[in-house]
């Protein structure tokens, strides 16, 4: 048969509806591309160092001459011409401070003249205090501060106790054997209970209460995972916490544990609880009890398992039961049959918790069944539990601790200063010295500052004076903490005083002062700043340092790049403040090295006013270093083993460590020397 002759292909329906797809889509591609691309390109450049200082004036701050802080002879300037015209203002200030001669126990001396702001007619807008002002105010308040402590330390004036004792005074308050309290008189007096002198082995904590009825709560991560597409689950969870003194005022307290059972609202959609600690707001890692026994072979708490098991909804009637019940039945044996427990909290019905603390970790045990067992973390003791937090759904009926120490802890942040020539500082070599240290700390960090002392200060490079490391500290608005402060730079030498009241937005300034420490007081090759809740592993730093064979342009840390300024939070930073989109490339302020020759860089942009500053100090350093970039090369060296967030295997140095973490640190660097970290 003949095919008749083909007809010209116009297309068919489905094919005409593919092209406008796709031509459809092609204009969505070219629309993105014309708004997007160009934003993107423009965010990822590399910044102009100075562009953003030209609209910066009401923030930037030149901080003038410093020469004469704690200078030595073998390491003096030789402009003549500068150190004349600062002496009299360093000159002025001892006689109007002090009324003496004596400079041996005086501050770290820079006035506040010599922080001369370059303000431009423009005023900032809204409630913002600029830098220069927020400057102004802690000199002004640390000026008399430090008035003060020369008047308490002046003969008559508290001088019949014997400085040469370092350690506090113990604390007066009482150590009740056992404390109670109602819901009622919790909740007006705040709801962390307090517990004056710790916990100790065998001290109770008893909570009879009531879980709320469920409420409807916006969850849409834990919607998802469980059926249906409503992101509204019902919740019903509270927690239980024993926390610790605030490192800082505007962190939360370390949590030595953190007890969450949470009845409805997990992610799993089952009844829960779950353990954790905290600090510096780093959580742990979560250990969850779900309705399942612990295996044999983890290990126990005392002796008894880590979670014991519950009937769970998926299946009342476990497979193992099910299995003995048929051998029984095949051979003739009839067993006891055992108890299968329900989730031991349910909504509206009380209950009566306890916490106990035993040798190995704390036991909770519900209406008198043992349920879960905690180890004890490194880095958390019972002996630092200053309150109990009972909040979430849950009404509080009352509160029972007994069992309690009669005496206050050894491990108590006002004693825990301890004498002895081991913890004093190595005196500053007059030959030139590898690296130098300056360690960041707040007047009242005693306890964070003895931690570093006992452990990676105790290392040889520091002890045979190869490395130099001391404390940058700034006053405290309370003068007992001054003196013991005080007291305490006397005693180690190793903390350098600077005279102004600490403010975080103005801890630029001790980066200042430790840049000037490392040229004008030691003759370092490297300069390194960390923070005192800092553990550092300083042979391997040398060895890190040694292995980039980079003498001059050195910038070494974790770095950032395209960073930009978060605009809302608690670390928020206006467009007044920085109106740049992203930062200049810098390193985490944990832990960073500069070499000399960058160091040198930033003490005479100092020394001659030029020097910008930001409220970041780890920002403020990488804006330095990009500016001395323009004239000679940097090299910049990046390695995630300077932790920002806690520890990480084979670490330089791990952040946020507290003094009990910095211990087990240090014991496991003495044991196997290759960066193990604590809970982990």
Known sequence: MRRGSRLPDMGSPGRQRSKKTVLLVAAVCMVFMMIFIPQYLQMNELPDIDSPMDRLENNVVEIGDMDKILHTPHRRRTEEESLASSDLNHRQLEQQASGGED?????????????????SSEETTGDIVPLPDVIGRAWSAGAKAWE??????????????????????????????????????????????????????????????????????????????????????????????????????????????????????????????????????????????????????????????????????????????????????????????????????????????????????????????HITSFPYRAGYVMEEATGILVSGDVDLISLTVTSLPLTHPSYYPELVLEEGDIWKAPPVPTGEIELFVGIMSSSNHFAERMAVRKTWLQSKSIQSSEVVARFFVALHANKDINLQLKKEADYYGDIIILPFIDRYDIVVLKTVAICKFGV?????????????????????????????????????????????????????????????????????GPGYILSEDIVHFIVEQSENGTLRLFKMEDVSVGLWVGQYAKEKPVQYEHSIRFAQAGCVPHYLSAHYQSPRQMLCLWDKLLATNDGKCCNM
């Open 103 to 119: 400079v041996k126990n005086t501050p770290f001396k820079f006035t506040q003249d010599q922080v001369r702001s370059k303000v």
């Open 148 to 369: 003060e402590l020369e008047i308490a330390l002046s003969p008559g004036e508290g001088s019949s106790k014997n400085e040469s004792n370092v350690t506090a005074d113990v604390p007066t308050e009482s150590c009740p054997a056992s404390l109670s309290t109602t819901g009622k008189e919790l909740e007006k007096s705040g709801k962390v209970f307090p517990i004056p002198c710790g916990l100790m082995f065998g001290s109770a904590i008893t909570i009879i209460g009531k879980p709320k009825e469920a409420h409807i709560e916006y969850k849409p991560p834990i919607a998802r995972v469980g059926e249906g597409v409503s992101p509204y689950v019902m919740v019903s969870q509270f927690i239980v916490e024993l926390q610790g003194l605030k490192v800082l005022k505007d962190e939360d307290p370390p949590r030595i544990l953190h007890l969450n059972p949470r009845l409805r609202g997990d992610w799993s959609w089952k009844p829960v609880i779950e353990h954790n600690t905290c600090y510096r707001n780093q959580w742990g890692a979560a250990h969850r009890c779900e309705g399942w026994l612990s295996p044999e072979y983890d290990e126990t708490v005392d002796g008894l398992p880590k979670c014991e098991k519950w009937l769970r909804e998926d299946d009342k009637k476990p497979a193992s039961a099910k299995k003995s019940w048929w051998l029984g039945r095949l051979v003739g044996r009839s067993d006891k049959e055992t108890l299968e427990w329900e989730y031991p909290l349910a909504e509206g019905r009380e209950f009566v918790l306890t916490i106990r603390a035993g040798v190995e970790g704390f036991h909770v045990t519900i209406d008198g069944r």
């Open 520 to 588: 004008q007081n030691v003759t370092a090759k490297y300069i390194m700043k960390c923070d005192d809740d800092t553990f550092v592993r300083i042979d391997s730093i040398l060895d890190e340092v040694r292995a980039t064979a980079i003498g001059q342009g050195l910038y070494m840390g974790s770095m950032n790049e395209f960073h930009r300024p978060l605009r809302t939070g608690k670390w928020a930073v206006t467009a007044e403040e920085w109106p740049e989109r992203i930062y200049p490339i810098y390193a985490n």
